[in-house]
């Protein structure tokens, strides 16, 4: 596909390409995971072949690509994120990161593209504020962005102390918020278990994070049996 310009014709073929794709086993597979998407609207693509799509668009106009996308089908909003996860300019970043989050509606997007962002790797410091500036907004998936973000690239000593404030200042009671909440300190612990230890005794979690964190933490292989018992004593 030529990517230079986009305009409807196009981003039709475009469409009609994306359908060329199905794999209909792997749809059958993956409409069961995903909650809240009409199988009808998914179309069945491997996560490696979107990013090698979304990878191509980015390269070039991507600007008048991201004017046209029309969220029907998952695939389509997928692709939509990981064109913006490959923008490099901060500004420009921001700007369409502010306006995805907000169609984000199931987890499985909100993970695959937070995963992908390549822009926070190279700008850690000046993008932990603007992520966490978002954790206070009412909806869903807006929060688990930033928490799937500092689990995949803010798990260092230095932002520990903030991560931990900011998670015990959460007070929401969605699922999938308390989900992301439990993995990220799970995951927290498997490098720096004294200080995630002493965060667990001490902290403003509700009980279903709370035991969900340990209930995470004690299912990895990378904990031994005897933090595993320990752990098993601090559950609500």
Same mark, same amino acid.
């Given at each position: !596909?030529?990517?230079r310009? $986009?305009?409807?014709e196009k981003?039709?073929?475009?469409?009609? %390409?994306?359908?060329?794709?199905?794999?209909?086993?792997?749809?059958n597979f993956n409409?069961?995971?995903?909650?809240?998407?009409?199988s009808?609207n998914?179309?069945g693509?491997?996560?490696p072949?979107?990013?090698?799509?979304?990878?191509?668009?980015?390269?070039?106009?991507y600007y008048? @690509?991201?004017?046209?996308?029309q969220?029907?089908?998952?695939?389509?909003? +997928?692709?939509?994120?990981?064109?913006?996860?490959?923008?490099?300019?901060?500004?420009?970043?921001?700007k369409y990161?502010?306006?995805y *989050?907000?169609?984000?509606?199931? $987890?499985?997007t909100?993970?695959t593209f937070?995963?992908?962002?390549? *822009?926070?790797?190279k700008?850690?410091?000046?993008l932990?504020? %603007? @992520?966490?500036?978002?954790?206070? /907004?009412?909806s869903?998936y807006? *929060?688990r962005c930033?928490?799937?973000? @500092?689990?995949? @690239?803010?798990?260092d000593?230095?932002y520990?102390?903030?991560?931990?404030n900011?998670? =015990?200042?959460?007070?929401?009671? %969605? %699922?999938?918020?308390? !989900?992301?909440v439990? $993995? +990220?300190?799970?995951m927290?612990?498997v490098?720096y278990?004294?200080?995630t230890?002493?965060?667990l005794? #001490?902290?403003?979690?509700d009980?279903?994070?709370? #035991?969900?964190t /340990?209930q995470? *933490?004690?299912?990895?292989?990378k904990?031994? =049996?005897?933090?595993?018992?320990?752990?098993?004593? +601090?559950?609500?």
């Amino acid at each position: !596909m030529n990517n230079r310009e $986009w305009n409807k014709e196009k981003y039709k073929k475009y469409i009609d %390409y994306l359908k060329n794709l199905e794999d209909k086993e792997y749809k059958n597979f993956n409409s069961k995971l995903v909650p809240n998407i009409d199988s009808k609207n998914m179309i069945g693509i491997r996560i490696p072949i979107l990013r090698k799509i979304a990878k191509k668009i980015a390269k070039n106009d991507y600007y008048s @690509f991201l004017e046209l996308v029309q969220n029907k089908y998952f695939e389509e909003t +997928l692709i939509e994120g990981l064109v913006i996860s490959n923008i490099d300019n901060l500004d420009t970043f921001k700007k369409y990161y502010e306006k995805y *989050i907000k169609k984000i509606d199931n $987890w499985a997007t909100c993970d695959t593209f937070c995963n992908s962002l390549k *822009i926070v790797e190279k700008n850690k410091e000046k993008l932990f504020e %603007y @992520f966490k500036d978002f954790l206070t /907004i009412d909806s869903e998936y807006i *929060i688990r962005c930033s928490l799937i973000v @500092f689990l995949n @690239f803010y798990n260092d000593e230095k932002y520990l102390n903030d991560i931990f404030n900011s998670v =015990n200042n959460i007070n929401s009671e %969605y %699922y999938y918020v308390k !989900m992301a909440v439990a $993995w +990220l300190l799970s995951m927290i612990y498997v490098k720096y278990p004294d200080k995630t230890l002493i965060f667990l005794k #001490n902290n403003n979690l509700d009980t279903f994070t709370h #035991n969900k964190t /340990i209930q995470k *933490i004690i299912e990895s292989k990378k904990v031994n =049996n005897e933090e595993k018992e320990d752990l098993r004593k +601090l559950k609500r």
